[in-house]
């Protein structure tokens, strides 16, 4: 029994081995003409001439930008006030406002218009300044109910926490 999970073990080992073995044997093609390009290139005395011949010969792949993230807001020629940039991503704010004027606040406070448990169990919450914050954690001691005031202030790491009139508090997320 412990011979056969010796060489269980090392099945992985000869598996890689036995694939690199079968590709060592397909010839190159494409490496060969590489190399032959990059011989005539490398011929060339001119620094200049030189570089665009390996340009010409081996070409950059496209530059593809990287995927934009979700657009909060349309960007205006006012700048946004803080009070409606709070709880968004540092992304999410140069959207909204590209130069940032005032200083960014701690806190916001503000009515329940709406609360709705979603499926997973979190709460999504309704501001009466048209911010919807959603739960990041499940509090069975958080109750919220529309007209209730709560405060949402920043918290570490970039979180942001939301404080109940009792005085509970949990971690929610800017949506809206």
Request: aromatic share 6%; proline share 10%.
């Amino acid at each position: 029994m412990m011979g056969r999970l010796v060489s269980l073990a090392h099945l992985p080992l000869a598996l890689a081995a036995v694939f690199i073995s079968l590709g060592s044997m397909v010839p190159d093609r494409a490496s060969a003409a590489d190399q032959s390009k990059g011989a005539q290139c490398a011929a060339l005395d001119d620094p200049a001439a030189r570089l665009a011949c390996f340009d010409a010969a081996f070409p950059r792949p496209p530059h593809t930008a990287p995927p934009n993230p979700a657009k909060v807001a349309v960007a205006t020629d006012e700048p946004a006030s803080e009070a409606r940039k709070f709880g968004l991503s540092d992304t999410q704010k140069k959207v909204i406002d590209p130069q940032p004027a005032e200083p960014q606040l701690a806190a916001t406070t503000a009515a329940i218009k709406t609360v709705r448990r979603l499926p997973s169990g979190y709460l999504l919450i309704g501001l009466d300044n048209d911010q919807v914050w959603q739960q990041t954690e499940i509090d069975p001691n958080v109750w919220l109910q529309p007209g209730d005031r709560v405060t949402i202030r920043r918290a570490a790491l970039g979180s942001y926490l939301l404080v109940t009139p009792a005085l509970y508090s949990t971690r929610v997320q800017r949506i809206q």
